[in-house]
């Protein structure tokens, strides 16, 4: 069964607006980390924020905030006024056990900013 | 600046030919990690290094082999590179607590003729 799960292959938005882009996990451990990467176009990885499992307020880095849902086991990327260089692929992440060694991945969404 | 460092940035190389990727990083961590990506799919764990331990993952196949002779440096090698090993590889590192996240480097795109 996969571990990360985003819904969403493709979304679109307009600039300067917000958009939400959707991820589920499953995880049977108590403390677990919570990742977004993002991935333009040049292909390499850009970590955009974390959320730990113990962490009882939202994450915020930015325009970039996380709504952290745990009792539904949902981490969702929230973007507020989009920019035409957030286009590219977004990547959820999870990483199991206090010390855990592997990073879990979704696969993916890919925004698309529409001028 | 601290960083993860990927030599070569683009690599062509012939159907069987042997391949080296390397990977250097400055930030002292204790884990690498060897990704392969293929075009719009999530990066592939390839195996990892914790300190000189190396991880494998069960489906990497044996054709994919790592060193890492230091904590800098780590190099991926590719024994008989086939058509369907075409991809970006990733290289990553961290340290060893679920706050700490991957630092990637910039990848390099192997193309196999």
């Known amino acids: 069964a996969q571990k990360i799960t985003q819904t969403q292959p493709g979304m679109f938005v307009q600039e300067k607006e917000a958009v939400t882009l959707d991820c589920t996990y499953d995880?049977?451990?108590?403390?677990?980390?919570l990742f977004w990467y993002k991935q333009p176009s040049s292909g390499e990885m850009i970590f955009l924020i974390y959320?730990?499992?113990?962490?009882?307020q939202n994450a915020t880095e930015g325009r970039y905030s996380l709504n952290f849902q745990k009792a539904r086991k949902s981490a969702n990327l929230v973007i507020s006024a989009s920019q035409l260089g957030d286009s590219a692929m977004y990547f959820c992440a999870m990483r199991e056990n206090n010390y855990g060694q592997n990073f879990v991945f979704g696969p993916g969404t890919r925004l698309s900013v529409l001028p | 600046d601290a960083m993860v460092i990927q030599n070569p940035r683009y690599q062509v190389t012939q159907f069987g030919k042997p391949v080296t990727l390397s990977c250097s990083q400055t930030?002292?961590?204790?884990?690498m990690y060897w990704y392969q990506q293929k075009s719009s799919q999530a990066p592939k764990l390839l195996f990892h290094y914790y300190d000189k331990d190396f991880n494998n993952e069960a489906d990497t196949p044996d054709n994919f082999q790592s060193r890492r002779p230091n904590t800098s440096f780590c190099f991926l090698d590719i024994r008989s590179p086939g058509l369907g090993d075409a991809a970006m590889y990733l290289c990553a590192t961290s340290r060893l607590r679920d706050t700490d996240t991957q630092y990637f480097g910039p990848g390099t795109r192997l193309t196999v003729l």
């Open positions: 959320q730990g499992s113990y962490d009882e």
């Open positions: 995880t049977s451990d108590q403390s677990y980390g």
């Open positions: 930030l002292n961590h204790n884990v």
